[in-house]
T-cell receptor
Framework: ETGVTQTPRHLVMGMTNKKSLKCEQH?????MYWYKQSAKKPLELMFV???????ENNSVPSRFSPECPNSSHLFLHLHTLQPEDSALYLC??????????????FGPGTRLTVL | AQKVTQAQTEISVVEKEDVTLDCVYE???????LFWYKQPPSGELVFLIR??????QNEISGRYSWNFQKSTSSFNFTITASQVVDSAVYFC???????????????FGTGTLLAVQP
C-alpha cells in the first residue's frame, strides 16, 4: 500500500450505531488530519494530530471522537450521529516539519450516510 | 484574516479547449504557500502543485500551467487542450499558521467544478 488509505470507503449507519473510520499513512509523516466535506460546503477541518498528540479540535461535537495510537494510524470513532453528519470524511497527512511548507496528502475518503 | 476565493463555481468546456481556473487569496503573512488540488469523482484530493510566495515564476507541467501574481494576489491554473479525464473539482489552498507541533493549516477555497464534455 502506498500513500494514505482509508477504510471503509462507504458506510451506512443508523443514528444509534457506533462505528469507526480508519486512516493509515505509509509516507513516514508525523502529522495527521481529519476533514469533513459536505455537499455544497467547503472542506471543514475537524482534528489535527502531531506526533500522536491532538493539537487542534475545531469545535467538533463530542459524538466524533478521534484516536491516534501512533503516527501512522488515525481513527474517527462515531456514535449517536445525526443525519446532517452524512458527508465525505477525508484523512490527510503531512511530513510534520513545523513549517508551513508542508504539503498535505489525502486519502480517498469514507462516504458516510447516517439514516 | 486569511481567505481563498474561487469565484467560478462551475465551468463547462468542450474537449481540447483551454480553460483557466481562478484563485484569489488574502493573507497578511509575508511568507506563505499556495496549493492546487484535484478531486475527481472518486473523492480523493490529489496534490497538483505547491508554490511559495517568493517565487513568482510561472510553472508548467505538461498540459497544466500556473500563473502566480503577487500584485493581484492571484494563483490561477490553466489546463491546455482539456480532456474528459480533467473533469473534477479543483481546490486552491493557502498555508496558514501552524497549529503547534509539526502541523500546518490549509485554508481551502470552495472549489471549482470543471466538466469537460467530449
Amino acid at each position: 500500500e502506498t500513500g494514505v488509505t482509508q477504510t471503509p470507503r462507504h458506510l451506512v449507519m443508523g443514528m444509534t450505531n457506533k462505528k469507526s473510520l480508519k486512516c493509515e499513512q505509509h509516507l513516514g509523516h508525523n502529522a495527521m488530519y481529519w476533514y469533513k466535506q459536505s455537499a455544497k460546503k467547503p472542506l471543514e477541518l475537524m482534528f489535527v494530530y502531531s506526533l500522536e498528540e491532538r493539537v487542534e479540535n475545531n469545535s467538533v461535537p463530542s459524538r466524533f471522537s478521534p484516536e491516534c495510537p501512533n503516527s501512522s494510524h488515525l481513527f474517527l470513532h462515531l456514535h449517536t450521529l445525526q443525519p446532517e453528519d452524512s458527508a465525505l470524511y477525508l484523512c490527510a497527512s503531512s511530513q510534520g516539519t513545523g513549517r508551513n511548507t508542508d504539503t498535505q496528502y489525502f486519502g480517498p475518503g469514507t462516504r458516510l450516510t447516517v439514516l | 484574516a486569511q481567505k481563498v476565493t474561487q469565484a467560478q463555481t462551475e465551468i463547462s468546456v468542450v474537449e481540447k479547449e483551454d480553460v483557466t481556473l481562478d484563485c484569489v487569496y488574502e493573507t497578511r503573512d509575508t511568507t506563505y504557500y499556495l496549493f492546487w488540488y484535484k478531486q475527481p469523482p472518486s473523492g480523493e484530493l490529489v496534490f497538483l502543485i505547491r508554490r511559495n510566495s517568493f517565487d513568482e515564476q510561472n510553472e508548467i507541467s505538461g498540459r497544466y500551467s500556473w500563473n502566480f501574481q503577487k500584485s493581484t494576489s492571484s494563483f490561477n491554473f490553466t489546463i491546455t487542450a482539456s480532456q474528459v479525464v480533467d473533469s473534477a473539482v479543483y481546490f486552491c489552498a493557502l498555508s496558514g499558521k501552524n497549529y503547534g507541533g509539526a502541523t500546518n493549516k490549509l485554508i481551502f477555497g470552495t472549489g471549482t467544478l470543471l466538466a469537460v464534455q467530449p
